[in-house]
């Protein structure tokens, strides 16, 4: 980014009502609490404002990212050399058989509409914590199901002008979409189908899920989830796949913490960045820990894991000012 670059975007979007920080730290919008400044970080609520940022953004030329909640991210030390937007517009609602949400909604707000509203599927997404569009982004899941059971449609902004897809378009696999390839593209609503569903059994069993994530994640915890995507059994390499019990196997996937457990992961610390002694699967900032601790730690077990099992491990979580490895 140059500053004459920055300056352009900011001339054209300081007027409006955006809100706009200048120089923001990023640890303060991260789940991880860690990551340095970007350039500035600018937010709406309404569509057309933020339709304006975008083409703001592309005009002057700065590089700019568009983030959510921030919870599965890992930002660099050194920081986003550009401009971050988040679009905020957070309405959920209920047309014609579809539930129509906004990008910005927190999921677990379109998970807690969809329980009161009696429609089953997303009640087992129950405290995955981030918003909506970044859930159809990476395809969240958990407990058996999935975003891409349920999005019929997208609305999104194609670099250009406003572009719908359906199902199909999306291209969804295990924690994957046509927008992890198209980074340009931009989502601003997604339409969900979802099966009708018994009330008090939903909120009974999103309970259930509650307390289990709970006391796997605590609330406070800084950290992302699951660093690294779970395996499909069928895609392993012979050697790797003779070796993997079979109890382990769950709706044809091995978790990647089965064969972090291999190589010692578990209870790993570099710094403050620390691999949880119950999860190997599971890394956290136990105070105040770096990204480049954090990303030694992440190297350190994807080298381990090729040289026990000739296999590389495929992070879930995405880097920020800083390339995949
Ligand atoms: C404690 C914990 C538990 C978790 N458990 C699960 C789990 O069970 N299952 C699971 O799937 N995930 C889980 N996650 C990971 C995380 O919650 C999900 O990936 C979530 O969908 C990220 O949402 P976010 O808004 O925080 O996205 P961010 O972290 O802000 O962004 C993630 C990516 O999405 C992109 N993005 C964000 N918004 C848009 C948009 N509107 N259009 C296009 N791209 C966009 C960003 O550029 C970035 O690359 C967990 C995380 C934590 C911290």
């Not at 599965?72 to 937007?85: F, K, Q, R, S, T």
């Not at 509409?113 to 599927?121: D, E, K, T, Y």
């Not at 395809?139 to 019929?152: I, K, L, P, Q, T």
């Not at 990647?256 to 190589?263: G, R």
Request: glycine share 10%; aromatic share 10%; charged share 25%.
């Amino acid at each position: 980014m140059n500053a004459s670059e920055l300056e352009t975007f900011l001339a054209a979007v300081e007027s409006g009502p955006a809100v706009v920080q200048r120089d923001a730290p990023l640890a303060q919008y991260t789940r991880f609490g860690i990551g340095g400044p970007a350039g500035a970080l600018v937010e709406t609520g309404v569509e057309e404002e933020f339709l304006r940022l975008l083409e703001a953004a592309r005009r002057s030329g700065v590089p700019f990212l568009v983030l959510g909640g921030g919870t599965n991210l890992i930002v660099a030390d050194e920081g986003y050399p550009g401009v971050i937007l988040r679009y905020r517009g957070s309405r959920i609602r209920w047309d014609q058989g579809l539930l129509w949400v906004q990008a910005g909604a927190e999921l677990q707000a379109t998970v807690d509409f969809s329980i009161a509203r009696g429609v089953a599927g997303l009640h087992t997404m129950t405290r995955i914590p981030g918003w909506t569009g970044a859930a159809v982004y990476g395809n969240a899941g958990a407990y058996g199901h999935s975003m891409h059971e349920f999005v019929r449609r997208v609305r999104f902004f194609d670099g250009q002008s406003v572009a719908s897809g359906d199902n199909t378009f999306c291209r969804f696999a295990y924690r994957e979409s046509v927008f992890k390839k198209r980074k340009d593209w931009i989502i601003l609503e997604a339409a969900l189908e979802l099966p009708e569903g018994d009330r008090a059994e939903l909120a009974r069993q999103a309970e259930e899920i509650r307390r289990i994530r709970d006391s796997k994640y605590p609330p406070e915890m800084r950290c992302a989830g699951s660093i690294f995507k779970n395996l499909l059994f069928k895609d392993l390499p012979a050697p790797a796949a003779g070796e993997v019990p079979e109890k382990v196997v769950r709706e044809g996937k091995v978790p990647s913490a089965w064969f972090l457990e291999q190589v010692d992961a578990k209870g790993m610390r570099r710094g403050d960045i620390q691999v949880a002694d119950y999860h190997a699967n599971l890394i956290y900032n136990d105070g105040a820990g770096t990204a480049a601790d954090l990303r030694w730690v992440i190297d350190e077990l994807k080298r381990r894991v090729v040289e026990r099992f000739g296999l590389r491990l495929e992070e879930e979580v995405q880097y920020v000012g800083m390339p995949c490895s």
